[in-house]
């Protein structure tokens, strides 16, 4: 089932600017990750931070994790056209498959030039 | 990198055939792959684990009849979708991680094969 819930579900900003995006869950995890699915394509692993993790840092973006609130949130610096993409967290539960991942719903980014 | 290749990339199919969809790892072996389905402008849900060499696990509510799995080797899985209907059409997506690796490694997914029934 769902447990992932991303908000916004559609955000729209201009290049330049900072795009941020949230995502909560709902059990004890193991990892959490994010994805980018341009329209109609697969998904491209982004970032992953561990339970035990906090932040991380990947180029551009930045990723925190409160596993006491169970949400994370994706930070874009500095948004450019080409990031316009939906945008998905994914969780793998505790105990579970590595491989079984649980995705929230996404939020569809759009960076307008 | 590792790469994973879904085949075909887009199929459409009249009602009532059955359809398969390759997975592929190409240059790592994967004993467990996972499926995905994925409506338009919704998110991916999780239909079945492929493990290689014997039965795949499928998620509640997704037909083990309907959707026939088979990961006959390290290298590559199946999804056939059988007796398809109308709102079988949809994005479907594998999904694997590199053997014997521990926790928290990447995933890597195919780009996805878009199924439309007719």
């Known amino acids: 089932s769902q447990q992932g819930e991303e908000d916004p579900q559609a955000l729209s900003i201009q290049e330049g600017e900072n795009a941020t995006m949230n995502c909560s869950y709902k059990?004890?995890?193991?990892?959490l990750q994010w994805y980018r699915q341009n329209s109609g394509r697969g998904l491209v692993h982004l970032i992953l931070?561990?339970?035990?993790?906090r932040e991380k840092h990947s180029g551009r973006l930045r990723v925190t994790l409160d596993t006491s609130k169970k949400s994370s949130s994706l930070l874009i610096t500095a948004s450019r056209a080409a990031d316009t993409a939906s945008y998905f967290c994914?969780?793998?539960?505790?105990?579970?498959?590595?491989?079984?991942?649980?995705f929230g719903k996404g939020t569809k980014l759009s960076v307008k030039p | 990198g590792a790469v994973v290749s879904q085949h075909p990339s887009r199929v459409i199919c009249k009602s009532g055939t059955s359809v398969k969809i390759e997975c592929r790892s190409l240059?790592?072996?994967?004993?467990?792959m996972f499926w995905y389905r994925q409506f338009p402008k919704q998110s991916l849900m999780l239909m079945a684990t492929?493990?290689?060499?014997?039965?795949?696990?499928?998620e509640q509510g997704v037909e083990k009849d309907k959707f026939l799995i088979n990961h006959a080797s390290l290298t590559l899985s199946t999804l056939t979708v059988t007796s398809a209907h109308p709102e079988d059409s949809s994005f479907y997506i594998c999904?694997?991680?590199?053997?014997?690796?521990?926790?928290?490694?990447?995933?890597?997914f195919g780009e996805g094969s878009w199924l439309t029934v007719v």
């Open positions: 999904s694997a991680t590199p053997q014997g690796l521990p926790s928290g490694n990447t995933i890597y």
């Open positions: 059990t004890s995890i193991n990892n």
């Open positions: 931070i561990r339970s035990n993790e």
């Open positions: 994914a969780t793998v539960h505790s105990g579970g498959s590595q491989g079984n991942l649980i």
């Open positions: 240059d790592f072996q994967a004993t467990t």
């Open positions: 492929s493990n290689e060499g014997s039965k795949a696990t499928y």
